[in-house]
Antibody
Framework: EVQLVESGGGLVKPGGSLRLSCVVS????????MNWVRQAPGKGLEWISS????????YYASSVKGRFTISRDNARTSVYLEMNSLRDEDTAVYYC?????????WGRGTLVTVSS | QSALAQPASVSGSPGQSITISCTGT?????????VSWYQQYPGKAPKLMIY???NRPSGISNRFSGSKSGNTASLTISGLQAEDEADYYC??????????FGGGTKLTVL
C-alpha cells in the first residue's frame, strides 16, 4: 500500500517555527522529486517547494523563499520542511506529493495554524 | 505568483459533458506541455486525473480527457456522474522550475 504520511503540524505563534516531516512507503522514493503543497482553509492549492532526488536542486515559491527550507533523507524515505518566521497567512494544510510535473501520490496533509 | 485562471464553478446534469478551462500565460501553459489536473473531495487529498495535458494515469476513467490550445488548457468530463462532483484544479509547470495551480473549480452535478 502506498502511504505518504505527514506530521509535525500544530498551533504556533506568529514568528515561530515548525518542522514538518513526510514519510513515504510502498512506492519508489529515491529517484523522484518531492514537493510540498499547501491549502489555506477554504482556499485553493499552492505549490510551495520541491527538492530533486539527490537534493541538488531546491525550489521555492516566492511566498516562502528565505523562510522555509526543504530537505530529504533518502535512507529514511522522508522529506522535510523547516518553516521559520511563520505568519498568519501560512495557516494551511500542508501536503507532501511525489514527482514534479505529475503529482501522482499525495499524503493526507498536516494542519499548521499560525495564531497568537 | 498569480494563479492560473479557472471558472469558480461549473455544473451539469448526469450524462452530460462539461469542460473546465484553465488560462495561463506564455510563461506557463502556453510554453510547456506539463499541465496536470487534480480532483479533490472536501477534506481529502487531491488526486491526479490528467498529466502532460492529455495523459490519464492508470485507473482513471476515460470519461476524463484533457487538451490545450495556446495559453488555455481544458479538462472535459463526459457522461457526468454524481461521483464527479468535486473541486478540480489545474496545474502547470512555469519557467524557473516552479509549479502554479489554478484557483480551482467547483463542479456541481445537478
Amino acid at each position: 500500500e502506498v502511504q505518504l504520511v505527514e506530521s509535525g503540524g500544530g498551533l504556533v505563534k506568529p514568528g515561530g517555527s515548525l518542522r514538518l516531516s513526510c514519510v513515504v512507503s510502498g512506492v519508489a522514493f529515491d529517484n523522484y522529486t518531492m514537493n510540498w503543497v499547501r491549502q489555506a482553509p477554504g482556499k485553493g492549492l499552492e505549490w510551495i517547494s520541491s527538492i530533486s532526488s539527490g537534493s541538488t536542486y531546491k525550489y521555492y515559491a516566492s511566498s516562502v523563499k528565505g523562510r522555509f527550507t526543504i530537505s530529504r533523507d533518502n535512507a529514511r524515505t522522508s522529506v522535510y520542511l523547516e518553516m521559520n518566521s511563520l505568519r498568519d497567512e501560512d495557516t494551511a494544510v500542508y501536503y507532501c506529493a511525489r514527482d514534479f510535473t505529475r503529482l501522482g501520490y499525495w499524503g493526507r496533509g498536516t494542519l499548521v495554524t499560525v495564531s497568537s | 505568483q498569480s494563479a492560473l485562471a479557472q471558472p469558480a464553478s461549473v455544473s451539469g446534469s448526469p450524462g452530460q459533458s462539461i469542460t473546465i478551462s484553465c488560462t495561463g500565460t506564455s510563461s506557463d501553459v502556453g510554453s510547456h506541455d506539463h499541465v496536470s489536473w487534480y480532483q479533490q473531495y472536501p477534506g481529502k487529498a487531491p488526486k491526479l486525473m490528467i498529466y502532460d495535458v492529455s495523459n490519464r494515469p492508470s485507473g482513471i476513467s476515460n470519461r476524463f480527457s484533457g487538451s490545450k490550445s495556446g495559453n488555455t488548457a481544458s479538462l472535459t468530463i463526459s457522461g457526468l456522474q454524481a461521483e464527479d462532483e468535486a473541486d478540480y484544479y489545474c496545474c502547470s509547470y512555469r519557467s524557473t522550475y516552479t509549479l502554479i495551480f489554478g484557483g480551482g473549480t467547483k463542479l456541481t452535478v445537478l
